[in-house]
């Protein structure tokens, strides 16, 4: 079992910056993929980023590309979203979530799908002001 642990979250203004941390525990943090996810209130939850196992390739929905980055510390089994240029529509509860930890080096459409990964944190409120 992976327990994953969100923070980060906060209430900041349009076009503040914010850092979210997801520190991970229980599993070889190295094997998995890595994801954030975000639902908003009346939404469904939607994929915002993916980083894979060994933090080669990152994905990113439309919507957060080139305001968002994903990274990842293998050492210190944390994965992180840096928020920049936040808008209200970012207003959402962040979920970190990881996959299966089977090293995958597939398709990156893998990512975008929310079924591939099996553990969830409990997420953090990022509220955006305009």
């Known amino acids: 079992q992976m327990q994953l642990v969100e923070s980060g979250g906060g209430l900041v203004q349009a076009g503040d910056s914010l850092r979210l941390s997801c520190a991970a525990s229980?599993?070889?943090?190295?094997?998995?993929?890595m994801g954030w996810f975000r639902q908003a209130p009346g939404k469904e939850r939607e994929f915002v980023a993916a980083i894979s196992w060994a933090g080669g390739s990152t994905y990113y929905a439309d919507s957060v590309k080139g305001r968002f980055t994903i990274s990842r510390d293998n050492a210190r089994n944390t994965v992180y979203l840096q928020m920049n240029s936040l808008k209200p529509e970012d207003t959402a509860v962040y979920y970190c979530?990881?996959?299966?930890?089977?090293?995958?080096?597939?398709?990156?459409?893998?990512?975008?799908?929310?079924?591939?990964?099996?553990?969830w944190g409990q997420g953090t409120q990022v509220t955006v002001s305009s």
């Open positions: 229980g599993r070889t943090f190295s094997s998995y993929g």
């Open positions: 979530a990881a996959d299966r930890g089977t090293y995958y080096s597939g398709s990156g459409s893998y990512y975008y799908t929310q079924s591939k990964y099996v553990y």
